[in-house]
């Protein structure tokens, strides 16, 4: 009884920890009003921005504002929260890395709209099945990374012309959404266990393998078997995301200074005012891992927060450094998205060689670029490598295990990757990082197989 009792426990605090974050995302909507001056015409920028197709990389902040973007993330947040509530869903390590994907996709392409059909088709797998619905809400979760498909098919799909705020909705389009949404509900189950032996664990993004090899299909027979051009990336010239600065640094830093530091005082207050734990927290090789369950909720949440501090302070670092994208609505999404395992295996002891990875290849790229008399097109705070590195984390498992060395060649193979992987299913996978980081790890792991490298403890 006493284990059931703390199991519960553990649960309503990972639970209210979700609840939370969703409140600081509507506490953030008025301050970033006000920053942008956009007042009551959030509600009409938040219309544009549920109504337009959202293929990644669709910056929210510019389609709609920064308001209007918040304003989302809570709205998205708030459905998950109520979901998971009605459902009676265990709120584990897992569902809390769901719910980080949703609200960080929030930013660069995923809204209501297009969100509730991949949990509609879940659903009705689940029927059909004969499965409680509360046990495949995180599949749920992370189906909606094919948000963009939704939105193209509602909104634009196969050639009906993008009129920001009139949409131009159609039975075709709503059939198509709806089937669609049905079959991945009923494939992506299917799939993931295979895709998951193929990295073997190593890969904590598990669902992006499986999600993406769907994509890359579906992609194929909406788009180049029927003969259908596949679309660009919309834009909306934003006057109000001009005037208030496209890379609203200020803002973005203050709004996640305030939640991770919320994060570590509740960490630190649960764990008894104390940092019992952590140490074995970082310890572990981040293979299977969860926190929660092995060490509780206090050193859970300073790990969330010390590792967030740190994500927070490479990407500054990174725009004080180089010349790229400031704090955008996908830079503040794939924040999010970093932390998304960070009760699961993410520690900024198995992530650092990830991330040096990333730096290792930027100057082997920029000398070769200069020794032959030639500029760089890219630099780690180009949104498509900063967007990578967020979910190249997810393959500290590689640190963990093998040492630091393997995670920094794991960090450049994702790099190289990152650029390529989109192409593969139109844009209109979120879940993009994931897919990459699955397609490195089955690189990486037959290769370290081969010839016999094995797993040790301790070589970080």
Known sequence: MAETTSEKRLQNAIFMYMCLFTGFFFLAIPFACLDSGEGLDVFSHYWRLLTSPSKLITDYFALGSMGATFLNAAVCGLFCNVVTWLSKARTDSMLLAGYFLVVAHCFYGLNIINMIPPFLGVFVYSLVMRRPFHEDITLAMFATSLGPFISDFLFRYPNREVVFGEPNVTLTGILIAVSFSILAGFLIPALMPGTSKMHEGHNLYKAGLAIGLFGMFAHGFFYNTLDV??????????????????????????????????????????????????????????????????????????????????????????????????????TVGVVIAAITFSAAGQTPRNVWPIALGYAILYGFSLSVCALSGRDLSWTLTTQVYINGLAFATGLCPFAGRYGWKVGVAAGILHAILCTSTAAMHGGFVLYNGGLTSGLTAMLLLPILNFYEIKPKRGDL
Request: with cysteine; aromatic share 20%.
């Open 229 to 330: 051009p596949t679309p660009d990336r919309v834009y909306y010239p934003n006057d109000l995301y001009t005037m208030s600065g496209e890379d609203c640094i200020l803002f973005a830093d203050v709004f996640f200074f305030v939640v991770f530091a919320v994060t570590f005082v509740l960490g630190y207050l649960s764990n008894g005012k104390s940092f019992k734990h952590l140490k074995k927290l970082w310890l572990c090789d981040s293979w299977q891992d969860d926190f929660p369950e092995k060490f509780g909720i206090g050193p859970t949440l300073i790990n969330v927060a010390i590792y967030g501090f740190c994500v927070l302070l490479y990407v500054n670092a990174a725009f004080f450094l180089t010349e790229g994208v400031g704090f955008t609505g996908p």
